[in-house]
C-alpha cells in the first residue's frame, strides 16, 4: 500500500471515529431553563411586554429544549407571585402547551436549589429525591422520562452525578473535563434581565453570545449548546441572534437530536 492511500484510510478513520456529524454540519442547540414561565413564553402586554417565547421559535422554525423545574408542573401553579406576572396560563398548562409544538422537556430539579449545600445539609439521597422527582412531573407531562440534567448553576457533588449516570441521566455541564462540543456556552442572559443589567455581555447580550461561538469556531467547533433562560429580556433578542447564526449556516435541533448527531446517541 502506498503512502498516499495510507494516509486517506488514516483520514477515512479519523473521520469516522469523529463521529456521526460531518464536518459540514454546524448546529445549534437552543435551551432555556427555569421555566415554563407563561409570560415569557406566551408574552404579555402587561410589566413585560414583549413578543411570546413560542410564538419566535415557531416562526423561525425553531425547536428548542426546556429545562423545566418540577415544582412548576403542579396543577394551580402561575409561577412566583411576586416576580412573575399572571396571563391566566398555568405552567402546567404552559408545557403541555411545549409538547404540543415540538418542543423538548428536560430535568431542572424538582426544587432548584443549589445541590452542593442541599447535600450537605440533607444528604445524597434528598438530591437524588430531587432530581428524579423533577423527572416524574416531567413524565406526567410528557409520556417519556427526561434524559438529560442541568443542575441549578451546573453544581452538583461528584458522587450524586455518578449515581444519576448510573440511573441513565445525561448531566449538562460547563466543565473543561468534557469535549467543548459537549461543554454548555453560558450565555450569561441573567445578567442581562432587572432593574440593574450592568453586568450584561458588552455590546449585547446577542453579541456575547456570538463570540464565545468565534472563539470555539477557532477550535474547530461547529456545534453549540446554548443555555439561556426563560426571560421576557432574552425571549427579546432571539429574533435577531436565530436570524444572525442561521446566516453563519447553523441549523437549529433539540438537544436529543444535538446529542445524537455530535455524540452518537441513539
Ligand atoms: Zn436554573
Redesign the pocket.
Given at each position: 500500500m502506498g503512502m498516499r492511500s495510507s494516509k486517506v484510510i488514516i483520514l477515512l478513520a479519523l473521520l469516522l471515529a469523529a463521529g456521526v456529524a460531518s464536518s459540514t454540519d454546524k448546529l445549534i442547540a437552543l435551551t432555556f431553563?427555569?421555566g415554563p414561565r407563561p409570560y415569557v413564553l406566551f408574552g404579555s402586554k402587561g410589566e413585560h411586554p414583549g413578543p411570546g417565547l413560542v410564538n419566535v421559535l415557531d416562526s423561525n422554525g425553531v425547536k428548542a429544549t426546556f429545562f423545566v423545574v418540577g415544582w412548576r408542573l403542579t396543577p394551580k401553579t402561575w409561577g412566583e407571585r411576586r416576580a412573575e406576572e399572571n396571563v391566566g396560563i398555568t405552567c402546567l398548562d404552559a408545557a403541555e402547551q411545549l409538547v404540543r409544538h415540538g418542543f423538548e422537556l428536560e430535568d431542572?430539579t424538582y426544587s432548584?436549589v443549589e445541590l452542593r449545600s442541599a447535600e450537605r445539609k440533607k444528604g445524597e439521597q434528598w438530591v437524588l429525591g430531587d432530581v428524579n422527582r423533577g423527572a416524574e412531573a416531567i413524565r406526567a407531562v410528557t409520556g417519556t422520562a427526561p434524559r438529560y440534567l442541568r443542575p441549578?448553576d451546573w453544581i452538583i457533588p461528584d458522587d450524586a452525578r455518578h449515581d444519576l449516570e448510573r440511573q441513565g441521566y445525561q448531566l449538562l455541564t460547563i466543565s473543561s473535563e468534557n469535549p467543548i462540543a459537549l461543554r454548555d456556552i453560558n450565555s450569561l442572559d441573567y445578567l442581562c434581565a432587572g432593574r440593574n443589567p450592568s453586568g450584561c455581555p458588552k455590546p449585547s447580550l446577542t453579541g456575547g453570545v456570538l463570540k464565545q461561538i468565534e472563539q470555539r469556531e477557532k477550535h474547530g467547533v461547529y456545534t453549540h449548546i446554548l443555555a439561556f433562560h426563560e426571560l421576557s429580556t432574552t425571549a427579546a433578542v432571539m429574533p435577531e441572534l436565530i436570524t444572525e447564526l442561521k446566516a453563519r449556516g447553523y441549523r437549529f435541533v433539540t438537544l436529543s437530536e444535538y446529542m445524537r448527531l455530535v455524540a452518537g446517541k441513539k
Open positions: 431553563d427555569d431542572h432548584h441549578p
